[in-house]
Every structure is written in structure tokens, then in C-alpha cells.
């Protein structure tokens, strides 16, 4: 691994944190393949910092499951089985339809209107394929909605169970012929949302992450090929 990551200069953000971003970047985006032993000297090297915040940076991926140290081994880009992929996903399914059914009588029109402006940035973010844009907003499109349940507990769980999927769900973006797809899919969810209907958005919220599913299986499924 040589000069995979950017220099740290991010200002006031904790170089730890500022090295998580990258390292998080580098997994999701494929830089660091499922399996590959991550150099933490050469990590310190290509951010410009010490081991110090690298390690700090890597227990916190490990807690979201990005990555596994092993003692007396190292760290290592955590890798999923199919199986592991089908009860991810088949988690989110459960709790979020469930949370989305809770939360569509309580969203505000403060809240329909961001998601509606939300909504928009992202057909524009995919158009232009601008994925990290669109994953930023993706994430907010949907947290607005299960926000809106009031439940902190469920949110943290949902917000680690999104952390573990997120790896597939990006290169999802990368098939064009599904953009058209996503963007019928949120739009559902939006009008769902605006409608206060909850077993509507239950079952647009389960449908998008089926439809999801469907595709990032097939992605899996090709990457343990070459391995």
C-alpha cells in the first residue's frame, strides 16, 4: 500500500478522526480489497501523523465492523459471506420497515420539505455520478424519517447496522441501469412520507432495501470469485 490516502490537513477536525474518514473511504471504494492486512506504519506515513491516531482509527472501524484486528496478527478489511450479507440486510428490513411505520404519522412539514429538497439533490447527485454526494445525502434522506420515531436506541441500531452495509450499498451505485430505479424507489418514500401513511412506507422502505439486496448479492457474489 503506497499513497493510497491523502495527507492530513483538515483543520480542526482530531486527526483520528480525520483518519477514520480516510481509511473508512479506502474500504468502502475498494481501495483496501475484503482481506487485505492494512500496514498501519504505512498508513502513519501516507496521513502524515503518528501510529497513535491510525490505531484509534482502526478500533473504532473494527466496532463498526469494517475491519478485524487480530492480536499478535494486525488489522484486516473485514470480509462477509453471503450469509452475512443476507442477515444484514434481512436485519435492516426488519427494523426499519418498522421504524419508518412508527415515524410516518410524526414527520413535521419542516421535515417533508427537507426530504423533499433532499430527494432532489440526490437525482442530481446520481445524474451527475457524484457517489459520495449521494451517499451523504441518501444516509440524511433516510435518518430524517427514522429520527422522527424518537427513538435513540433504535437509531443507534440502525445507524451501525448502515455502517455494515455500506460497503455493498456504494458499488450499487456504480450499475447504471439501477439510477432510475433508486430514484422511483425514494420517490415512493417520499410520497409515502407526505401521505402520513405508515404501512406504505413500511413496505416502500422494506421494497427499496430488497431491491438493494438484489443487486449488491450479485456484487458479493462476483468479488468471492476472485478471490
Not at 85 to 113: C, I, P, S
Request: net charge negative; hydrophobic share 40%; charged share 30%.
Amino acid at each position: 500500500m503506497s499513497r493510497m490516502l491523502k495527507p492530513i490537513d483538515d483543520g480542526i477536525k482530531t486527526v483520528s478522526g480525520i483518519a477514520q474518514e480516510r481509511i473508512r473511504d479506502a474500504i468502502l471504494k475498494g481501495t483496501l480489497p475484503p482481506g487485505t492486512r492494512i500496514d498501519q506504519n504505512q498508513l502513519a506515513e501516507d496521513l502524515n501523523t503518528s501510529l497513535i491516531p491510525v490505531r484509534e482509527a482502526l478500533k473504532t472501524l473494527a466496532s463498526e465492523g469494517l475491519v478485524q484486528i487480530i492480536p499478535r496478527r494486525g488489522a484486516f478489511v473485514a470480509e462477509f459471506s453471503l450469509n452475512d450479507l443476507e442477515n444484514l440486510y434481512d436485519a435492516r428490513m426488519m427494523v426499519e420497515g418498522q421504524v419508518a411505520a412508527k415515524a410516518a404519522a410524526l414527520l413535521t412539514d419542516a421535515q417533508l420539505n427537507e426530504l423533499k429538497i433532499i430527494s432532489g439533490q440526490m437525482r442530481d447527485a446520481l445524474e451527475q455520478d457524484h457517489y459520495d454526494d449521494f451517499t451523504q445525502l441518501n444516509r440524511r434522506f433516510h435518518f430524517i424519517i427514522y429520527d422522527a420515531a424518537n427513538n435513540s436506541y433504535l437509531t443507534d441500531i440502525l445507524s451501525g447496522l448502515w455502517d455494515l452495509a455500506e460497503r455493498y450499498r456504494y458499488r450499487y451505485l456504480f450499475i447504471k441501469d439501477k439510477h432510475d430505479v433508486i430514484n422511483a424507489e425514494h420517490q415512493e418514500i417520499l410520497d409515502a412520507c407526505w401521505m402520513r401513511d405508515s404501512e406504505r412506507l413500511r413496505i416502500a422502505i422494506e421494497r427499496h432495501i430488497q431491491q438493494t439486496l438484489n443487486g449488491v448479492r450479485v456484487l458479493a457474489a462476483k468479488d468471492m470469485k476472485k478471490e
